[in-house]
């Protein structure tokens, strides 16, 4: 099996790839980056990521995987943001699935919502409405809350609303439960887990059952 893979170089993203160099027999694995990585065990193909057409000529996968991400203090801009965040997955997603794609996985968020008044959750939600309009055999959806793991680059807002959830899961147990921090390598089993299913449809995950799985 051939694996197209987009956002590898990020906490869950290359979780997921170490993931799959275990698996055997190993597929196939085809990293689209802007900057070499120095990845064992795949291909990379390096650019600028505008145009997918190019990177993909001649190749086809049965799966892909995204998990590019940013915030809006690294992105400095919306426009950036939705760059990275919405057009570049569904640039990604759009050729992938004419080069033979049958599954598509992909991260999003809890409380994805394309109608939603929280820019970043209407982000997501507007790359979920879109991604379903592409006709992929087999769409999974990954709604995870924040991530709990060694992340390279320090992101306070994120460590902070952590260690807050922490302070209040007590108090408010029913409230927040949805809220819980997911481990990325229970995040990234998960992934893996579903990467081997194949059945048909649309499949959103959502935070607590990725948890308790």
Request: charge should be positive.
């Amino acid at each position: 099996m051939t694996i197209f893979l987009l956002g590898t170089s990020g906490l869950v993203g290359s979780a997921v790839y170490s993931g799959l160099l275990q698996e055997n027999p190993r597929p196939e694995l085809i990293t689209f980056t802007r900057r070499r990585l120095g990845l064992e065990g795949g291909l990379e193909k390096v650019s600028d990521l505008s145009d997918f057409k190019i990177q993909m000529h001649e190749l086809t996968a049965e799966l892909a995987f995204c998990a590019l991400g940013t915030t809006i203090k690294k992105a400095k801009s919306r426009q950036t943001f939705e760059e990275i965040e919405l057009n570049l997955p569904l640039r990604f997603a759009t050729e992938a699935r004419k080069h033979g794609v049958q599954s598509f996985h992909i991260i999003t968020a809890l409380g994805a919502d394309a109608s939603s008044s929280n820019f970043y959750l209407r982000t997501k939600g507007l790359l979920e409405r879109d991604l379903r309009l592409l006709g992929f055999p087999s769409l999974h959806i990954y709604r995870p809350s924040l991530l709990v793991g060694d992340r390279q680059e320090f992101r306070l807002g994120e460590r902070l609303s952590v260690a807050l959830y922490q302070n209040l899961k007590g108090l408010y147990p029913k409230a927040l439960g949805r809220y819980q921090p997911i481990e990325v390598s229970v995040l990234s089993r998960f992934i893996l887990r579903k990467m081997k299913d194949y059945t048909p449809g649309l499949h959103i995950w959502e935070n607590q059952a990725m948890i308790s799985s």
